[in-house]
């Protein structure tokens, strides 16, 4: 029996996510239990020609994978639930990132494979959650700007953003 297509979705957005997270030379670890963070991203840096070392900067990342987005101008419109959106807004410290993998609209496949090239249709969205949650009960709308693609440059911007955030802090106090 196949999986279900939103297993499926789920599936397709988590090997994205975790293609362009090794191509920024990061790492990505799975929290356990399952609190509403999908996943740590964590910066690596080399030590020596042979040894590596975590850099100590991460971000906290929920990911959703949709076909229920517009383009509105240059943004991406997602309706994001309530309670995964505060989540990420409610953190003590450091960054809650929502990932959207906007998958294709009107029943095209996502995944095309042949001798060349594996290929994943569309892409994904990030999003800095701010620290002021929602009052909203079932769902907030995002808006997205459409420079915000998740790709290795991403990853690399959102892990100085921590550094940046976690300076302020260290300033407040």
């Known amino acids: 029996m196949p999986l279900p297509p939103s297993l499926v979705k789920q599936e397709l957005h988590f090997a994205y996510f975790r293609a362009v997270v090794a191509d ?17 991203v964590s910066g ?25 987005w517009t383009i509105r101008g240059d943004d991406v419109v997602y309706a994001v639930e309530a309670d995964a959106y505060n989540k990420l807004a409610e953190l003590e410290k450091g960054l809650g990132i929502l990932i959207v993998y906007a998958l294709p609209q009107h029943g095209i496949s996502p995944l095309t494979v042949d001798e060349s090239c594996l290929q994943l249709r569309k892409c994904c969205y990030w999003y800095h959650i701010p620290r002021e949650p929602t009052l909203n009960t079932s769902s907030i709308t995002i808006k997205i700007p459409r420079t915000q693609l998740f790709d290795r440059n991403a ?9 940046m955030d976690a300076y302020r802090n260290e300033e407040a106090e």
């Not at 920024?24 to 740590?40: L, Q, R, V, Y």
């Open 155 to 163: 990853v690399a911007r959102l892990l100085e953003l921590d550094r």
């Open 24 to 40: 920024a030379g990061a790492t990505a670890a799975t929290p356990t239990p399952d609190i509403g963070i999908d996943f740590i």
């Open 44 to 68: 690596a840096r080399i030590r020596n020609e042979t040894k590596y070392a975590p850099t100590g900067l991460s971000f906290f990342c929920q990911l959703k994978s949709t076909i229920d």
